[in-house]
């Protein structure tokens, strides 16, 4: 996995993060985007805290040593219906 982030400057992940865990956050997402708030909104929240903690280690892991939370992370839902519209969701 070290070979592909180097690489390609990214990992896809998949079935290293518990589903469960990763479908509260999406679906905490979902609900605050209906009542008008941006997903940025979700880290009010334990559910994406969560998430990001059980992928520290693994990160940690990847770089080689520890690694610091860079502050101006952000959260964000696409959209694959509006995207193909043509239309400017985010």
């Known amino acids: 996995r ?3 982030l180097h690489a390609r400057g ?3 992940l998949g079935g290293v ?3 469960g865990l990763a479908q509260e956050t999406r ?4 609900a ?3 009542q008008g708030w941006p ?6 929240y334990d559910a994406p805290w969560r998430l990001v903690a059980r992928a520290w280690t693994l990160v940690e892991q990847l770089m080689d040593g520890p690694c610091l939370l860079e ?4 959260a ?3 959209n694959h219906a509006r995207d193909r519209a043509g239309e400017r969701y985010m």
Do not use: D, G
């Open 39 to 44: 997903p940025i909104f979700a880290f009010v």
């Open 10 to 12: 990214f990992l896809n």
């Open 2 to 4: 070290r070979s592909e």
């Open 17 to 19: 993060l518990p589903a």
């Open 27 to 30: 679906a905490l997402i979902s």
């Open 32 to 34: 605050l985007q209906r």
């Open 71 to 74: 502050p101006s992370f952000t």
């Open 76 to 78: 964000f839902q696409l």
